[in-house]
């Protein structure tokens, strides 16, 4: 069903009463020194339960970084697999952050891989092969967040140069992803084709709103990257329509008051609960 | 050392005789009868196996493409490697085409996906996120093919569009692509960074060698998807620096002479001769 993707994934972030993501960028040399041991896989997939235990209940929306999974070849995919099946089993409403973009018949194949292997929600996607290459990730009850502008200072050269017939590239991205996802609203009223819009482009969050008012924005850059409460603020419409992502400055805190000896799960929660409060207050502020 | 994987690459297209890449692009539907059975990504894998011997001396390239061997998960992950080691180990250049891009930490997993764990020569890189973000994937001995113009129809929406300062999006890209690899070339003179750019647009094939003078250009889009002799002529310069790659029309040849109880590598390593000829012939009459 047209929009039911975006549907359940409002129904997330209302049920956790924030609309905040916490990505899921395992990174070995960062993890707490318990877990990180064994296998590079093992301790990976450990630490990500791990964290979906802590969080659970302060977001509804996770992000798996599939490419932290991918670098440990099969044995990361088969990690990522569990991974991704249990934060569904909890609840959590799963954007697998695998960036992929091919044409046609190849990209039939990459939406198996998101949500037939990996079973997410969505899928973030890259829309420089053109918009028909976006439509074999459109599937009932299935979202893509297209990459419209990402939150890199080297962005710029590609997404910012403007056109001879006005607007720049990232806008004429932002109009095609916009008219893909015209007719695929949930009752929610937005669309089940969204988009990536950085938190560290304030600059452009307005014009990128108004090109694109039914596309729900995943925002990333919140935190570590540089991303405010103020310079999310104008990507949401009415408090609504945006998902902040965090992750480093969740998944890996600065010590908490347990010091080395602590509890590295609550330090998680006790930072997931910070930045929902962020989220929270970006919205309403909007 | 810079540029080696690039003399590298042009060693195995001298060695077979012809500027040609093999597309591993296996797909269940479409397999011999006698390799189509039982687990899919055992028959992919038997199948891509009984390829590289098929074609081994005809060609010295293949393109494994990612998304085929994705799809089933950590079980085609694992097939994937298997696929790749075996035909480095055999003496083919390979390239993975995964079309992968991210943020710079992330771009670096995704280096180690494809040079670690899948073990390829080289691979293809979306470059919508930025030049800077191409740069993890800059190792010794190793080669990236960044897309600039793909072989789809719909490619024009997004690389076509003229910009301001003038020229297409894709002519901007193909600067940034050739700033990125300029200092990077081997003793061939062809550079380590090279570009993707399809069989199927002829017309703006001059306007990027140009722009991209020590690119090697890896070209899809011959054969199945409409790229001709003719078209892909110009991609040549002196009869160089350019990989044809063709994968539907060598792997799923039309009934050979054995008939359907022929054998069908012989069927694929005659198309694969045919397909090498025709890249002879078009390198030759550039």
């Not at 977001?59 to 934060?87: I, N, T």
Request: charged letters at 20%; hydrophobic letters at 45%.
């Amino acid at each position: 069903m047209s929009g039911a993707a975006a549907d359940r994934l409002l129904a997330a972030m209302d049920a956790a009463g924030a609309p905040a993501c916490v990505g899921l960028d395992p990174v070995l040399s960062r993890l707490p020194e318990r877990v990180h041991q064994g296998d590079p896989a093992a301790a990976i997939e450990v630490f990500c339960l791990g964290a979906l235990e802590a969080i659970v209940g302060v977001v509804g929306v996770v992000k798996p970084q599939s490419a932290c999974f991918e670098r440990y070849g099969s044995a990361g995919v088969a990690a990522l697999e569990r991974v991704s099946r249990r934060a569904r089993e909890m609840g959590f409403f799963v954007i697998l952050d695998a960036k992929r973009g091919d044409i046609g018949s190849t990209a039939e194949h990459y939406a198996a891989f998101a949500y037939d292997a990996i079973g997410a929600d969505a899928v973030t996607v890259n829309p420089y092969l053109g918009f028909d290459t976006l439509e074999p990730f459109l599937r009932e009850d299935r979202a893509i967040f297209a990459l419209v502008r990402t939150s890199n200072p080297g962005s710029d050269a590609v997404q910012s140069p403007g056109l001879a017939g006005g607007g720049t590239v990232a806008e004429r991205v932002a109009r095609g992803v916009a008219e893909l996802g015209a007719s695929r609203t949930g009752e929610c009223g937005w669309s089940d084709v969204g988009a990536v819009v950085a938190a560290t482009k304030p600059e452009d969050a307005a014009r990128l709103r108004e090109v694109m008012p039914k596309q729900i924005f995943l925002v990333p850059g919140f935190g570590a990257q540089g991303g405010t409460v103020e310079t999310v603020r104008p990507l949401f419409a009415g408090g609504r329509g945006a998902v902040i992502n965090a992750s480093r400055s969740v998944l890996y805190p600065d010590q908490g008051p347990g010091g080395p000896g602590g509890d590295w799960r609550a330090d998680l929660r006790a930072a997931a609960e910070t930045f929902a409060s962020e989220a929270r207050a970006a919205a309403s502020a909007s």
